[in-house]
């Protein structure tokens, strides 16, 4: 079952019942629509093969298997094949409620509590502005002890050979074959991986946090005379792309660093919720045409 919301100028279809994700999301012109994320199908079942979905309780991999906190060890399942590691939290692999709808705007609900420490409710609105999408992602903490939360947004773009992005940021994360973080380092001025001016995407794989991130990015499609403006309040974004061979790539706004969990946590970006506390982030897309 999808959702489609409609304002005349965007239209976004989401499945509830898929991760709470995006299907599709377009901008409508004289030529039909066109699209802004690199869209899906109707009754596609993967949430990595559809335009963006919410990351909650937290955001990319948690090495070893599972961390510790406060005196306890929760082991963590592998939830995605090919992949040994924990991923992305658990949001994006469950059916969302559909709590209020309207033409231009959605708000959906998540109870889970399967994966101790994390006993949550999440709240996932979606909502048309003119030209902008408006996305909210919340969770609310349920469980008698304190546990750590991180949130994020992981959306997919077209990639093209003429695609520039934009995102100041003032380092970067190594990571090593199981892409969890090594060494952090400053970005060179002329780097290739300063997109501070806007620059192409690397040619080989990029797969790596940013950090100190002012939270705004510029994503622009010249051959299709299109950009989308990306406003978030977080200080950090992953970006993600096999390669110049691919037809997609992932600039992703997160709360906290990859493998926070068993770093610094609350140092690097996640937040220690007592029951009945709450934790959100907001993020904009809009969509502007040269």
């Known amino acids: 079952m999808t959702v ?3 304002n005349g100028i965007l239209r976004l279809v989401v499945n509830p019942t ?3 994700a995006v299907v599709r999301f377009d901008r409508l012109g004289e030529r039909g629509p066109e699209p802004l994320m690199r869209p899906g199908g109707d009754t596609e079942r993967d949430p990595n093969r559809l335009a963006m979905y919410p990351l909650v309780p937290w955001s990319n991999r948690i090495g070893g298997g599972g961390f510790g906190w406060r005196g306890q060890d929760y082991r963590l399942a592998a939830n995605l094949p090919g992949e040994p590691l924990p991923i992305h939290g658990d949001g994006w692999q469950q059916a969302w409620r559909v709590e209020e709808q309207g033409d231009t705007r959605l708000r959906l609900g998540l109870y889970s509590s399967h994966q101790p420490p994390f006993d949550y409710r999440a709240e996932l609105s979606y ?3 003119d030209d902008t999408l408006e996305v909210a992602l919340a969770v609310t903490h349920l469980g008698e002890a304190p546990a ?7 959306p997919w773009f077209p990639r093209s050979a003429g695609v520039r992005l934009g995102a100041a ?3 970067v994360w190594e990571v090593d074959a199981e892409q969890l973080p090594t060494v952090w380092r400053r970005l060179e001025a002329s780097g290739q991986w300063n997109f501070s001016r806007g620059r192409g995407l690397p040619c080989d794989r990029i797969d790596n946090l940013f950090t100190g991130w002012n939270g705004r990015a510029v994503l622009s499609w010249p051959e299709r005379s ?6 978030a309040d977080t200080s950090r974004y992953l970006i993600f792309s096999p390669g110049e061979q691919a037809d997609f790539f992932c600039f992703e706004p997160v709360t906290h660093d990859v493998d926070a969990h068993r770093g610094d ?8 919720l007592d029951r009945g506390e709450c934790f959100s982030m907001r993020c904009r897309f809009r969509c502007l045409v040269s």
């Open 127 to 129: 909502r048309l502005a």
């Open 4 to 6: 489609t919301l409609d």
């Open 148 to 154: 750590p939360y991180g949130l994020g947004l992981h």
């Open 226 to 231: 299109l950009t989308l403006e990306v406003r």
């Open 169 to 171: 940021a003032e380092g």
């Open 18 to 20: 898929v991760g709470g």
């Open 265 to 272: 946590p609350q140092r690097q970006g996640l937040v220690e």
